[in-house]
């Protein structure tokens, strides 16, 4: 069976930092490209940053570029988002998800954790 979990989320002031988790289990997590999502209230999903199967590939969405950066770790199966100089815009739900490779379609998605950025 197939398991995304996200941890990390919390509530934090502008220019604060923090790192996402994603756990994952019941696939060969080195196969996969893996990306963070992220949905605010009354906006769709939209992607946040991707990584490649190898790690030597990443994609960010423009509004993040420079502040974050996604990561993995084949040993332990998890993959990570570095957030840095955090904006009140950046407070939405994040999802990570898998794909077979780095533009096909999430084929399975965690359930979400909450990052609140609040002056």
């Known amino acids: 069976q197939v398991e995304l979990l996200e941890s990390g989320g919390d509530l934090v002031q502008p220019g604060q930092s923090l790192t996402l988790s994603c756990a994952t289990s019941?696939?060969?997590?080195?196969?996969?490209?893996m990306s963070w999502y992220r949905q605010a209230p009354g906006k769709e999903r939209e992607l946040v940053a991707v990584?490649?199967?190898?790690?030597?590939?990443?994609n960010y969405a423009d509004s993040v570029k420079g502040r974050f950066t996604i990561s993995r770790d084949d040993r332990s199966d998890t993959v990570y988002l570095q957030m840095n100089n955090l904006k009140p815009e950046d407070t939405a739900v994040y999802y990570c998800?898998?794909?077979?490779?780095?533009?096909?379609?999430?084929?399975?998605w965690g359930q979400g954790t909450q990052v609140t950025v609040f002056a």
């Open positions: 998800g898998r794909s077979w490779r780095i533009d096909t379609q999430i084929e399975t």
């Open positions: 019941g696939f060969t997590f080195e196969s996969y490209a």
């Open positions: 990584i490649n199967h190898s790690g030597r590939q990443t």
